[in-house]
């Protein structure tokens, strides 16, 4: 209806409207209200799925995660990853391999990467003489420590599937929800398969995977 139609039936309906006009402006208000509520709600939900909440770590390895400090989940979302695994008491044998590789620099500088990181009883599993000799094996201890990075960032809805490495073969994740395997027969153990025993942890440029054995990288 036109603004010049609606005062027309304004004047012409006076004494009804009159009549009616409480009912109306409850009717009005509780549109208001209504629209309002609406508005409001709407306003809400916009906002939650603009922001959604981070997912938190996940798994049974998680508990022996410091809960305060630099190796904690929260310091570690501070550093990049390289650093992070350092302040973190699960990974210091992996660090010891990182270090004996120089590849603390390479992890701490890359823009975004998955790494899947042997908790230390992985490297403790391993025949100590073997464990020797591939620390003091630089080239193979660079493709090992490789092949357990992806260079892209995955979640965990992301994480199952065959992806290209660090060291440019591949590694196969399966799995959902809290629980993944990767590489069947892939280990250097030859046992399988890997198990994620912490996942989801997040550091300044990697989201990183605590599995419970040491990958073997293709020939």
């Known amino acids: 209806m036109t603004r010049s ?8 309906l006076a004494l009804t409207l009159s009549a009616c006009g409480s009912d109306d402006s409850d009717t009005a208000a509780e549109s208001t209200s209504a629209g309002t509520s609406s508005s409001s709600s709407s306003a809400a939900a916009t906002t ?6 981070a997912d938190a770590p996940f798994g049974p390895g998680c508990a022996s995660v410091p809960t305060t400090g630099a190796g904690s989940f929260d310091g570690m979302s501070a550093d990049p990853v390289g650093t992070a695994a350092g302040n973190n008491p699960l990974l210091s044998t992996l660090v010891t391999a990182v270090t004996a590789a120089d590849l603390g620099d390479t992890l701490n500088t890359l823009s ?3 790494v899947l990181a042997p908790v230390n009883d992985a490297f403790a599993a391993i025949p100590q003489d073997a464990l020797q000799a591939t620390l003091a094996d630089v080239p193979g201890l660079t493709k090992i420590l490789t092949h357990h990075v992806i260079p892209e960032r995955l979640s965990p809805e992301q994480l199952a599937g065959t992806f290209t490495t660090a060291a440019g073969d591949e ?6 929800g809290e629980n993944f395997s990767i590489d069947a027969a892939g280990t250097l153990l030859g046992t399988s398969p890997a198990t994620v025993i912490c996942g989801n942890v997040q550091t300044a440029n990697a989201t990183v995977y605590i599995i419970d054995q040491v990958l073997k990288p293709a020939a």
């Open 112 to 114: 975004a990467a998955t």
């Open 171 to 176: 590694v196969t994740i399966t799995g959902s």
């Open 5 to 12: 139609a609606a005062l027309a039936g304004a004047a012409a």
């Open 48 to 53: 939650t799925e603009a922001a959604p909440a």
